[in-house]
């Protein structure tokens, strides 16, 4: 499976806000400019994100955004099908199987896409920090948490 650019910045963006304290709002500029992604398509996808209860958005100059739960109950999968992402990227066959070959090649792609989307429903945004910030540390680096 191969994440688009919209899927690959929605879990930046979400993986940034993650690491503010609770609570606290994040501007679509600050994390643009943190995450190197170009603010005004950031902020169609945190709408899109607001919309399926990931975020939650305050108006105003100290406005911004943060999580809408804690980043242990928000999963990749949760992410990638907020901003429209086909998460069962292997072929989807509807034919009826003719052939016994057929069948069970059928039978593998439908359990392999089932596999995928229980794996990115798995996977939550703490699982990547955890894994980032122990990359890091094997590389003797500071946090550092531009994604």
Known sequence: MKLTTRGHYSVKALLDLSLQPTGSTVSVKVIADRQDIPAPYLEKLLIEMRRAGLVKSTRGSIGGYKLAKAPAQISIGE?????????????????????????????????????????????????????????????????????
């Open 79 to 147: 992410i990638l099908e907020a901003v429209g992402e086909d998460i069962t990227h292997t072929p989807q066959h509807s034919a009826t199987p003719i052939h016994a070959e057929d069948w069970v090649t059928i039978t593998l792609w439908r359990r392999l896409n089932q596999k995928l989307k229980e794996a990115l429903y798995s996977i939550t945004l703490a699982d990547l920090y955890y894994d980032a910030r122990s990359w890091q540390a094997s590389l003797g680096q500071e946090a550092s948490f531009i994604v």
